[in-house]
């Protein structure tokens, strides 16, 4: 079993950076390919970023590609997610999740087994 931490959330103007860090409990943090997904009020939760279990693979969904970037660091259960350039819509409870490595590159919520509890970004225009 995985538990996830996600901090690094806050208020930004638009075209600021914020970095996103998700922190691991558990010995098998690097078997799990992990990814980071977002929720606006009213809407359903969007798929953002994901990466495999060793980082030798990414997938991004097209609004965020060139601005966001997903990195881990499996010696220090941690993912991070870097994002540039903000914008408004981009506003959002960030959360990151954890699925089985045969799942790797699933952009549904309903694939990943594993959740944090949520971290606000909001940017400001």
């Known amino acids: 079993q995985v538990q996830l931490v996600e901090s690094g959330g806050g208020l930004v103007q638009a075209g600021g950076s914020l970095r996103l860090s998700c922190a691991a409990s558990?010995?098998?943090?690097?078997?799990?390919?992990m990814g980071w997904f977002r929720q606006a009020p009213g809407k359903e939760r969007e798929f953002v970023a994901t990466i495999r279990w060793d980082g030798g693979s990414t997938y991004y969904v097209d609004s965020v590609k060139g601005r966001f970037t997903i990195s881990r660091d499996n010696a220090k259960n941690t993912v991070n997610l870097q994002m540039n350039s903000l914008k408004p819509e981009d506003t959002a409870v960030y959360y990151c999740?954890?699925?089985?490595?045969?799942?790797?590159?699933?952009?549904?919520?309903?694939?990943?087994?594993?959740w944090g509890q949520g971290t606000q970004v909001t940017v400001s225009s």
């Open positions: 999740a954890a699925t089985a490595p045969s799942r790797y590159g699933s952009r549904r919520a309903g694939s990943y087994d594993y």
């Open positions: 558990g010995r098998t943090f690097s078997s799990y390919a």
